[in-house]
T-cell receptor, first 114, second 111 residues
């Protein structure tokens, strides 16, 4: 069975600092990988997805993630944090493109300090 | 473009009362539809999914039920709410490209 771990339930960074949110997955087949962002009292919004094309994936709002098969990782980064980046971030894995076998990580809450 | 809407956005209900949350998708046909729940301090829990009209799969046994009366309509119901049903309910759809697209969410408080 697939599983997703996100190291750190809460990450704090200063405005302008590097954002690094960690995600590791377990999957028996080449996976589809996703990062979602959730602002308070809102639904989840897709940030980016990896579907076996380029290993470095660029998403919205300046975020990007790198797929590393040898490390089974899909860490999310942003060079310079903005106050508006404060939210909860979820990593997810799926073994197909039908959406029925999505597995979400527990989420990481990002705080951005002025 | 495709859009997904769910309502009501906020709901406060007494224990034992019924529940109906509705979700509709526009701009696509034959989507897979999903209901998730986020309880306080917990992650996303898949409750139900549907691959077509009248086809419902339940992931978690509970006092909730789901129905899909039309291709792009998904309804979450309960006959008698429990305190433990409180949470943030999210409807989502997928169309064969891998990702899920989520609605705005419905916050249910059971008192």
């Amino acid at each position: 069975a697939q599983s997703v771990t996100q190291l750190g339930s809460h990450v704090s960074v200063s405005e302008g600092a590097l954002v690094l949110l960690r995600c590791n997955y377990s999957s028996s087949v080449p996976p589809y990988l996703f990062w979602y962002v959730q602002y308070p009292n809102q639904g989840l919004q897709l940030l980016l997805k990896y579907t076996s094309a380029a290993t470095l994936v660029k998403g919205i709002n300046g975020f990007e993630a790198e797929f590393k098969k040898s490390e089974t990782s899909f860490h999310l980064t942003k060079p310079s944090a903005h106050m508006s980046d404060a939210a909860e971030y979820f990593c997810a894995v799926s073994e197909d493109n039908y959406g029925q076998n999505f597995v979400f990580g527990p989420g990481t809450r990002l705080s951005v300090l002025p | 473009s495709q859009t997904i809407h769910q309502w009501p956005a906020t709901l406060v209900q007494p224990v034992g009362s019924p529940l109906s949350l509705e979700c509709t998708v526009e701009g696509t046909s034959n989507p897979n539809l999903y209901w998730y729940r986020q309880a306080a301090g917990r992650g996303l829990q898949l409750l139900f999914y549907s691959v077509g009209i009248g086809q419902i799969s339940s992931e978690v046994p509970q006092n909730l039920s789901a129905s899909r009366p039309q291709d792009r309509q998904f309804i979450l119901s309960s006959k008698k709410l429990l305190l433990s049903d409180s949470g943030f309910y999210l409807c989502a759809w997928s169309g064969g490209r891998g990702e899920l697209f989520f609605g705005e969410g419905s916050r249910l408080t059971v008192l």
